[in-house]
C-alpha cells in the first residue's frame, strides 16, 4: 500500500473514533461540560502516556528530550483551547450550529498550511469543501434549534475551528517528530486548569470510568491514528476527511440509542461523502 494511500485511510480511522462522542455524551446526560472535558482530558493524557510506554518502551522518556519544546506547546496549545472552546462554544450555541460552523476548519487550514507550510491547496480541494460544506450546512438547517445565540457564539464556534485546523497544520508541520508527549500535555492540561479554576465537580465511580474510558477511545486512538497520517497526507485533506464526522456521529448514535437523525441529515451525508471522495480520486488528489 502506498504510504498516501495508508495515511488516508489512517485519517479516516481517527474520523471513526472521534465521530463516537455523541454516543458516550448520551450515556452521561446532565453531566457538567467542564467536569466531562476535565476527566476526559485526563483519561487522553493518561492513554497517551501508557501508548509511550507500550510503544516506544525504554525510548519513552528520550521521546519527550527528541520533541521540539515549541511543537509541544503549539500542538498541546491548540488542543487545548479546542477542547475547552468547544465547551463554550456548546454553552453558547446549539449542536447543529456549532457543527456547522466547525465545519469551516478545512477553510482555516487552507489558509495556515499556505502560510506556514507553504503547501499550496489544489482547486479540487477547495470545490471539495464547498460541496462539503454544503452538506454540513443542510445537516445543521435539519436540526431543531440551529440557530446561534448572538455574534459571541458565533466567534467561539469560528475559534473552535481555527483551533482543530491549528492542531492539525502543527502536526503536518512537525511530521518528521513523534508528537505523544504534544497530546499528554494538552489533555493533562485541560484536566489541571479546570482543576485550578475550582470547576470541577465530584461524579460517581460509574461516570469517572466511562469519562475515562472515552478519553482513550474517543481522543486517545484517534490522535495516534491522525498524528501517523498527518506524514503523509496534506493538511487540508486532513480535515477535509474529518468532515465525515457530520454524519457518522449521529449515525453511531441511531445504532446505539436508537434516536433518529433528521431527514435532512441523509442528503446532507451525501454532499458531505461526494467531496470527501472528489477530493481523494486518485486521478484528483493531490500528493503532499
Known sequence: MRLEHQGLWLIAGATVFWSLSGVFVRLMPGLDPWTFNAYRGLGMGVSMLLWMQLHYGRDALALWRRTEPKAIVISAGFFAAGSS?????????SVAAVS???????LFAALLARVWLGERTPAVFYFSMVLALGGV???ALGEQSNS??????TLVALAVAFSF???SVALRRYKSMDMEPAMVVGGLGVFVLVLAGGLLKPVPLQTLCMLLFMGAIQLAVPMVLYMRGARQVAAVQMVLITMADAFLNPFWVWLVH?????QA??????????GIVWSNWPAKAARP
Open 137 to 139: 450546512v443542510l445537516i
Open 265 to 274: 441529515v441523509y442528503a446532507g451525508s451525501v454532499l458531505v461523502l461526494g
Open 100 to 106: 456547522c460552523l466547525g465545519a469551516t476548519s478545512g
Open 165 to 167: 485546523a491549528g492542531q
Open 258 to 262: 436508537g434516536e433518529l437523525p433528521a
Open 85 to 93: 472552546l468547544y465547551i463554550l462554544a456548546m454553552n453558547l450555541a
Open 148 to 153: 446561534v445565540t448572538g455574534f459571541a457564539g
